[in-house]
């Protein structure tokens, strides 16, 4: 049989520690519902020994791996090995990671009870996995748009853009830019709203321009180091999403 995590995961620190590792490159993600079992059937979400049957399954029809992620209403369980090619989709499984959300959309809700916490679940998978791999959210795809497949899958009330615009949203978390200016005393000369993703700040450059005084010949918005360079220090401060720029 072939091999899965079968475990529930942070998937921020899932998805790093297969930094290297990879051994396939995915471009983009396929999104799916398990169908059967429906959401009612499993009240409680799934077990260890859920994803072991799961296996047991999908191994009996032949398949030499699954998808890559089950999400459902408690959180998210690593399947089929990240770093491996998965088996969900007959066109796209050598480009595609596969995600499985619990449920059957085709008749349950999903935006209240507990489909509304797999979907919300699932928007935080999706965001981590782009922000990670560095994906568009426009290459998503619905199972059902493989025209390889017959499964109407997701089902009907899994709308693509909303669900598109959601996970989207979550992909850049605000952060506050605040610059000391050398000379200046202690009380900084401006705060700049910006965004963190991907591990770095982006600010516009025409607001950072206002409080340094400088120009980098960048324009837009742009990693506030590649901006104000080595004539800052840089500190961050995650839990408040603060990166602190003092002039050397
Ligand atoms: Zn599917």
Redesign the pocket.
């Known amino acids: 049989m072939f091999e899965i995590i079968g475990k529930k995961v942070n998937v921020k620190d899932y998805l790093k520690s297969y930094q290297g590792k990879m051994e396939w490159k995915p471009k983009f993600v396929v999104l ?2 398990t169908g059967s079992p429906r959401l009612s059937q499993r009240p409680n979400g799934f077990t260890p020994q859920h994803m072991e049957n799961l296996r047991g399954y999908y191994a009996g029809m032949g398949w030499k791996g699954g998808p890559h992620f089950f999400v459902d209403q408690n959180g998210v369980w690593a399947f089929n090995p990240i770093n491996k090619k998965g088996v ?2 007959p066109s796209w499984n050598s480009i595609a990671i596969g995600v499985e959300m619990l449920g059957d959309y085709s008749v349950e809700n999903f935006n209240s009870g507990l489909g509304l916490a797999v979907q919300d679940n699932t928007v935080n998978l999706m965001a981590d996995i782009h922000v990670y791999f560095d994906f568009l959210p426009s290459t998503m795809a619905l ?1 059902k748009e493989d025209k390889a497949t017959t ?1 109407n ?2 089902g009907k009330n899994v709308i693509k853009n909303e669900f598109i615009a959601r996970f989207s949203e979550k992909m850049t978390q605000p952060s506050k830019i605040v610059i000391y200016k050398k000379g200046e005393g202690h009380e900084p000369a401006g705060v700049v709203s910006g965004g963190f993703k991907h591990g770095h700040n982006f600010a516009l450059v025409e607001d950072l321009r206002k409080i340094v005084g400088f120009s980098s010949g960048l324009t837009g918005s742009q990693k506030v180091k590649d901006v104000l360079g080595d004539k800052y220090t840089y500190s961050w401060d995650e839990k408040n999403m603060k990166l602190y720029c003092v002039e050397v």
């Open positions: 799916h519902n969900h989709s199972h499964h899958c997701p």
